[in-house]
């Protein structure tokens, strides 16, 4: 790994003695996992808890005629079977709609289908068990009545006449749309040369390897519900299931422990999950729900389901006049609730051709209901297909052209010193490095080298192909995300931190760890801030009860959100510290500083107290302080941005790969990201959430596909037909690093979790039409597939 | 995703074993590796009433010479057939093959008459067996009978074991001098159900095929032995005759279309994959290059 540093002007408090921000250090959760004492909900057991298991509709829209349970009650070891009907009285429904998308609109949906099914999956009863097993056995003796309806499947006629209305209260099938016209361009139109191309994205899901798993346990003594969930926002689960349930937030407690990978899959609110919380108030008993690997594909949010049109305007010496796309995406028969099915398609419209100096930018998005899956925000929401519209229709003008593709990006990125500016879209970057990131990564890649390869390969029938994409990662989102549009999805976060009796400290988060180490980050920032080391730092996380009121971990937005809240925190309670040290040692606070455990002299650093004395005094000999000081050993801050609605990162990625022409298999022989997330905490973790992210992207554009038939089934919802990326296909990926801190908070870090996937796909396409270009054949689909690539050779 | 309630019986021995499977019939499953039947069985795709697990059955394990055949128990695992120094020597194919056969996990535990009952046709060992001209070993209630691998598999999941019998053991002769073999498989991911496979075992000399045994695989409801070989053995093989052979072969195949390929790309895959093993089996890698720009 490379980090460029900008010369530091000032030390700042991140230069701090014995600062662990910017090192690898290990993660202070590793231990306990490889050990295996995580505590995941799939393992929790409760006493008297049950299991739920969901009958979900064979059909992709169907009325429900009848369900017939007698035989089924009664089968050994089950406790209730529960319809849709039932269960509401017990919970409300919901409508995925937010104010600040205007226009979007969605039916209500309710925990379990009543009356109507509108995708294959959708639960249609609950059967609660003694076990899953005699949940699953029971399920096949529920007999249900269904009333096939004609299924809404394919997007491009979703909104034609001739099509049915999925809800028919909202007179048509168009959920959302948006339009935006900057710039002139007509005008670029008619001066430029035009190249147009139609971009097809699979639809496909994150496969997280612990599936979405909760137990919600109603004690009707206190009134209140415990729900002890794998969930990425646990105060926004807090908020819609007291709202749903008729409760007050205070009487629902969310308790998240050790999750096992989340991707944007678990920060949504799901029907099944809502009825495990209504099942458990109804039953007055722990239930328990964990989908199985078939319910998760059906149910766990879907993404990127888009066709997307796009032209560029390209003048003979590069200069790129105008974007112009019209997006099309299918989102599943309802809007996902919180936070709408909305959100992708309009990223798509903010974030294409972002990274380039045009003004001129024409955009139309139409997001439409179908019977399928629920669509919603998975890792990089609508990134990849902004990434993958912009880099593939780039390679395209470059090539029309006859130039370079390092080249024509050289000559459109926005320069460096331009910022602070704004896009076409009205998106404000606030300091970005497109030029110095290009420049790292064709050196990283030794590019003209790589060509030069590739130009002798060709020779010997060896077809390598060279892929580049710049990217704009949306993160550190404020209030302009969600808040604005009326959802109780918090943008700020808070951290407390507090001196324990033998100086140590404890340190409760708002944000949540999926495995991203935002346990580790809060506990280096922590630690350096106080001068303590880190082993003494315990980080709490994932519990309503006992953490400050904050967002979560998503929008890679722990880091630079929570972390900057801890930083300001941790200052706080030094301040306290110092305070305190100042009257018990007879000197000012500023004469003092913490290092390694111990109150020094900030001049020459003698050690003048240990913080465990400290703490002993101020604990059980307070009587022995001055009068007049009242020790506070506890500081809570909190942290939302507010000059940017967003902390805009950026990047560069390639990939170089081989296509065996004859079979249309592609190898990936390797692959660079340069990433500049603002500073950086811990380098390991994040170039692993840059190589986890790439890894994801490069799933997208080789493998990964939910495939529906032309009836609304999905057809591979399994694990041998649904093809994730692994290890034996990856290439070694090699990432550096710009470094361009925000100037909104103290700690400058801006997020890293969504780089990798943003643009990855987008390497790997524009790589593989660079190999095939001997042949003519250009491809704008992904995953590209060993048939979708000799169909396009004429092979076959 | 959890199986039916079924019944479970730990066979003693061989003899016992088939004593379980005359009693129960069809409403039994064998238990070997497990790799196939337990997912089936968590999918409540398959719910036998009851498991005949032959697991302990050390007489089934094992690999030996005996005269000029070479021995393989049925239980003998994916990993032991990677690892034996006999396979090595006397059946390399099987070693090749193998190292395709999904991964550790599964190797460690899935066996070779396992594999062989199961007959996907789009696994590797039915193909090998196919191409190394090998005797299946069927022991049942009024003894045992020996079936030719090209006999073997009927189809689908369909082989001609009789529900009453257990596959014990497979033979494969051993050629030695001149034989040489070849593996490929083109899968999505290493690990994966090939989209087409070959397996392959010849004879050469003096730059011609004396023998050529080509056990090609998801190219249709069984292996497949392609009799487009005989048109390359005892003859000079060049472009135009390789040309010839390969649309011999396309017409032998009757591939399926599924989500990885249709008929039309398994048929050329299995072209692509025909020449390259001829090529790499005569060592003239200018054979290769069949398809015209």
């Given at each position: 790994m490379t980090v460029t540093h900008p010369p530091a002007e000032t030390l700042s408090v991140?230069?701090?003695?014995?600062?662990?921000?910017g090192k690898t250090v290990p993660r202070p959760n590793l231990d306990r996992l490889l050990q295996g004492r995580g505590q995941y909900v799939s393992d929790l057991e409760l006493p008297r808890m049950a299991h739920v298991v969901f009958l979900r509709s064979p059909h992709a829209h169907a009325r429900i005629a009848a369900i017939d349970a007698d035989t089924a009650r009664r089968?050994?070891?089950?406790?209730a079977i529960v319809t849709g009907r039932e269960l509401e009285a017990v919970i409300t429904p919901w409508v995925g709609v937010l104010?600040?998308?205007?226009?979007l609109k969605s039916a209500p949906q309710h925990a379990i289908a009543v009356?109507?099914?509108?995708?294959?999956?959708?639960?249609?009863a609950a059967i609660v068990a003694i076990s899953r097993a005699a949940a699953e056995d029971a399920m096949e003796h529920i007999a249900v009545d269904y009333e096939e309806l004609a299924a809404v499947t394919d997007m491009r006629t979703a909104?034609?006449?001739?099509t049915p209305v999925?809800?028919?209260?909202?007179?048509?099938?168009?959920?959302f749309e948006r339009t935006l016209d900057a710039g002139d361009v007509d005008h670029a139109l008619s001066e430029s040369e035009v190249v147009e191309a139609e971009f097809v994205f699979g639809r496909h899901t994150?496969?997280?390897?612990?599936?979405r798993a909760v137990v919600a346990d109603w004690n009707a003594a206190e009134a209140r519900l415990t729900i002890y969930q794998g969930t990425q926002a646990p105060h926004m689960v807090q908020n819609i299931a007291a709202l749903h349930l008729g409760?007050?937030?205070?009487q629902v407690r969310v308790v998240c422990k050790d999750?096992?990978?989340?991707?944007?899959?678990?920060?949504h609110i799901y029907a099944d999950e809502m009825a495990t919380y209504a099942l458990s108030k109804l039953l007055r008993r722990p239930v328990k729900f964990v989908a199985d690997r078939i319910e998760s594909f059906n149910t766990d949010i879907h993404a990127r389901d888009h066709r997307c049109r796009g032209r560029i305007c390209v003048r003979?010496?590069?200069?790129?006049t105008a974007f112009e796309i019209d997006d099309l995406t299918g989102i599943g028969p309802y809007s996902m609730y919180?936070?709408?099915?909305a959100i992708e398609a309009n990223q798509v419209v903010n974030l294409v051709?972002?990274?380039?100096?045009?003004p001129n930018y024409r955009a139309r998005a139409r997001v439409v209901f179908q019977n399928k899956n629920v669509m919603c925000q998975y890792r990089a929401v609508g990134h990849p297909i902004a990434c993958s519209v912009t880099e593939g229709l780039v390679d395209l003008a470059a090539a029309k052209i006859g130039m370079d593709p390092a080249e024509i990006r050289r000559r459109n990125?926005?320069?460096?010193?331009?910022?602070p500016c704004a896009s076409p879209s009205g998106m404000k970057f606030e300091q970005l490095s497109h030029h110095s990131s290009l420049a790292k990564l064709l050196q990283m890649m030794d590019y003209d080298a790589l060509r030069a390869e590739q130009a002798a390969l060709r020779a010997q029938n060896v077809y390598r192909g060279i892929g580049i994409a710049s990217f704009i990662e949306v993160t550190n989102?404020?209030?302009?995300?969600?808040g604005v549009g009326g959802?109780?999805?918090?943008s700020q976060d808070g951290v407390a931190v507090r001196l324990d009796a033998q100086g140590s400290v404890i340190c409760q988060t708002s944000i949540t760890e999926q495995g991203q180490g935002s346990e580790a980050l809060t506990a280096q920032i922590v630690g350096s801030m106080l001068g303590v080391?880190?082993?003494r730092v315990r980080v709490t996380l994932g519990d309503t009860d006992n953490t400050p009121y904050g967002g979560g971990t998503?929008?890679?937005?722990g880091a630079g959100i929570g972390g900057e809240a801890a930083l300001q925190a941790a200052k706080a309670l030094r301040r306290n510290i110092l305070d305190v040290a100042a009257a018990i040692l007879q000197s000012t606070p500023a004469g003092l500083d913490i290092v390694d455990n111990r109150i020094v002299n900030?001049?020459?650093?003698?050690?003048?107290?240990e913080l465990s004395e400290l703490a002993r005094i101020v604990y059980f000999?307070?009587?022995?302080?001055?009068?007049g000081i009242r020790p506070e050993l506890m500081a809570t801050r909190h942290f939302v941005p507010r000059q940017y609605p967003f902390a805009f990162t950026n990047g560069v990625q390639a990939s170089w790969l081989e296509v065996d022409?004859?079979?249309g298999f592609v190898t990936l022989l390797k692959h660079w990201v340069v990433e500049d997330?603002?500073?950086?905490?811990?380098p390991q973790l994040v170039d692993e959430q840059i190589r986890g992210g790439v890894v994801q992207g490069l799933g997208a554009a080789l493998f990964e596909k939910c495939i529906y038939d032309?009836?609304?089934?999905?057809?591979?919802?399994n694990m041998a037909d649904y093809l994730v990326p692994m290890s034996g296909e990856m290439p070694d990926i090699e990432i550096g690093h710009v470094v361009s801190p925000t100037?909104?908070?103290?700690?400058?870090a801006k997020g890293a979790g969504e780089a990798g996937t943003a643009g990855a796909a987008a390497a790997v396409a524009n790589a593989v039409n660079d190999a095939l270009r001997p042949f003519g054949a250009t491809i704008t689909e992904i995953p590209l597939t060993p048939q979708v690539i000799l169909t396009s050779l004429g092979r076959i | 995703m959890k199986a039916a309630a079924f019944a479970y019986a730990r066979a003693t021995s061989v003899v016992n074993a088939l004593e379980l499977l005359a009693v129960h019939g069809d409403k039994a499953k064998v238990l070997s590796g497990g790799q196939s039947l337990m997912p089936a069985m968590n999918l409540r795709l398959l719910s036998p009433e009851i498991l005949v697990d032959?697991?302990?059955?050390?007489?089934?394990?094992g690999i030996a010479m005996r005269g000029d055949v070479l021995v393989v128990g049925a239980l003998t695992r994916h990993v032991d057939l990677l690892r034996s120094p006999e396979i090595a020597l006397n059946a390399p194919l099987l070693r090749d093959a193998v190292s395709h056969v999904a991964h550790p996990a599964i190797r460690n535990r899935g066996t070779i008459g396992g594999s062989l009952a199961h007959a996907?046709?789009?696994?590797e060992l039915p193909a090998c067996v196919v191409a190394l001209d090998a005797t299946i070993v069927a022991r049942g209630p009024t003894g045992e009978r020996r079936i030719a691998a090209t006999e073997f598999f009927k189809g689908i999941y369909e082989?001609?074991?009789?529900?009453?019998?257990l596959l014990v053991a497979i033979e494969v002769p051993v050629i030695g001098q001149g034989s040489t073999f070849f593996f490929q498989e083109y899968a999505r991911?290493?690990?994966?159900?090939?989209?087409v496979g070959l397996a392959a075992r010849a004879v050469v000399a003096a730059g011609r095929f004396s023998d050529l045994r080509l056990g090609f695989f998801a190219v249709g409801d069984r292996p497949l032995l392609a009799a487009a070989a005989g048109k390359l053995i005892n003859a000079s093989v060049n472009p135009g005759l390789l040309a010839e052979a390969a649309t011999a072969l396309t017409n032998e195949l009757d591939p399926q279309e599924d989500q990885q390929a249709t008929a039309a790309m398994r048929r050329h895959l299995a072209t692509v994959l025909f020449r390259r093993c001829v090529a790499a089996l005569l060592a003239r890698p200018e054979l290769e290059m069949g398809v015209a720009k």
């Open positions: 991140l230069d701090r003695p014995n600062s662990y921000i089968m050994s070891g089950v406790i104010s600040h998308l205007k226009g009356d109507r099914v509108c995708w294959q999956g959708e639960a249609v909104l034609d006449p001739a999925i809800h028919a209260s909202l007179g048509d099938n168009l959920a994150g496969v997280t390897l612990e599936p409760l007050r937030e205070a999750v096992g990978g989340s991707f944007g899959i678990k920060v003979p010496d590069g200069t790129i919180p936070r709408t099915s051709g972002g990274p380039y100096v045009t990125l926005i320069a460096d010193d331009a910022y989102p404020s209030a302009a995300f969600y959802a109780k999805i918090s080391s880190m082993d998503w929008a890679s937005r900030a001049a020459d650093s003698v050690s003048r107290i000999r307070p009587d022995t302080l001055p009068p022409n004859e079979t997330c603002g500073t950086i905490i811990n032309e009836r609304g089934q999905l057809t591979n919802a100037q909104e908070s103290e700690l400058g | 032959i697991g302990g059955l050390a007489e089934l394990r996907d046709p789009a696994s082989t001609a074991l009789s529900p009453d019998e991911r290493h690990g994966d159900y090939a989209v």
